[in-house]
């Protein structure tokens, strides 16, 4: 079979499970962000594949001005079904004769740095699913920042999709709703300590125990240039 019909079988998995954004891309460039643990394999295994799925923006609409359990569930269901995705497609490509790694969804090893095996959002990025946005994640055409990743590595030469040219041009809503003031209009100015204080403080009310916020993703709808 060839390359071109193995990646649409694998788009074809995804979607069926709820993977509306698939993408491709050589991770030669992030090698040096790529945690220790995999490090050494992922030389290896130099194709990622790249998926996404939408947040409910109803559930994301609940929200005022901190999480709340029903985010929380809904945010823990989608990384489950992110990682079966993973599995699956690296079932797929181990069924062609092809070696793969699904990273999990949403493992952090480093609490304070939020730092996993890697960085799904620079993945996606590369694979074109979107752009980095100034809160600090991934923000696509259709869904803004209200998506999930996962990241599938792979030693199979898939076709690499494009990044996409695209920034959040004069949008500046994550701006006014961050509560930790940590979006800055340049994304590389993003105050990474200043949100983990913040989720960290989130986390400890009503014994919610979760590392999460959501209050940028609410307001952002994919609107860029």
Not at 37 to 64: F, Q, R
């Amino acid at each position: 079979m060839s390359q071109d019909n193995i990646k649409a079988g694998l788009r074809a998995i995804a979607e069926s499970r709820g993977g509306r954004l698939f993408g491709v891309c050589q991770i030669d460039s992030l090698r040096d962000s790529i945690h220790p643990e995999i490090k050494a394999m992922s030389e290896k295994l130099n194709t990622a594949i790249s998926v996404g799925i939408p947040l409910s923006g109803s559930i994301l609409d609940t929200l005022k001005d901190h999480p709340n359990m029903l985010y929380k569930t809904h945010y823990q269901q989608v990384n489950i079904i992110l990682n079966d995705i993973s599995f699956l497609l690296a079932s797929e490509i181990m069924r062609y004769g092809g070696k793969a790694v699904p990273i999990p969804a949403s493992q952090i090893l480093d609490v304070k740095m939020l730092r996993a095996h890697l960085s799904h959002r620079e993945v996606a990025f590369k694979a074109g699913l979107g752009w980095r946005g100034r809160n600090n994640l991934l923000v696509c055409e259709n869904y803004g920042s209200k998506v999930r990743l996962v990241t599938v590595l792979t030693d199979m030469q898939l076709e690499p999709d494009k990044p996409l040219k695209r920034n959040c041009g004069d949008c500046y809503d994550c701006l006014t709703v961050c509560p930790a003031d940590a979006i800055a209009e340049n994304p590389e100015d993003f105050d990474l300590p200043a949100c983990y204080a913040k989720i960290q403080e989130f986390s400890k009310h009503d014994n919610y125990g979760h590392l999460i916020c959501g209050l940028c993703l609410k307001c952002c709808n994919g609107n860029g240039e």
